[in-house]
């Protein structure tokens, strides 16, 4: 996977972030954001950083796992147009075969009558 395949993933991370963050914030520093107290910034940043890095790791297995897949299923795909050309091939070659041995058994046909 490129940068750019991760873009989009890292874009909804923040946007995960940017909305369960504040919700874990008042949960965590509630006693602080309620008397009107600096929260400790620290443990707010890490609140934030949480939800982004689930977001983020959980996207990146899902598309990890998607893109193998999709590799697996072309390769599939392939072995199968493979073996379709092959029967194919088989089919032209066994009708040749039939038309030479009808070709030559009319003339035989002809003379046993």
Request: net charge positive; hydrophobic share 45%.
């Amino acid at each position: 996977m490129t940068l750019q395949d991760l873009r989009p993933l890292f874009h909804r991370s923040i946007k995960v972030a940017l909305i369960v963050g504040p919700v874990l914030t008042l949960i965590n520093q509630w006693e602080a954001v309620s008397t009107f107290q600096r929260p400790d910034m620290l443990k707010v940043a890490l609140t934030f950083m949480v939800p982004f890095c689930v977001s983020f790791s959980s996207g990146y297995s899902m598309r990890k796992s998607v893109t193998q897949q999709m590799d697996s299923a072309q390769a599939q795909i392939a072995d199968l147009r493979a073996e379709v050309r092959k029967a194919t091939h088989e089919a032209s070659e066994a009708r040749r075969a039939l038309a030479v041995f009808t070709h030559a058994a009319a003339p035989q046909a002809e003379q046993n009558r």
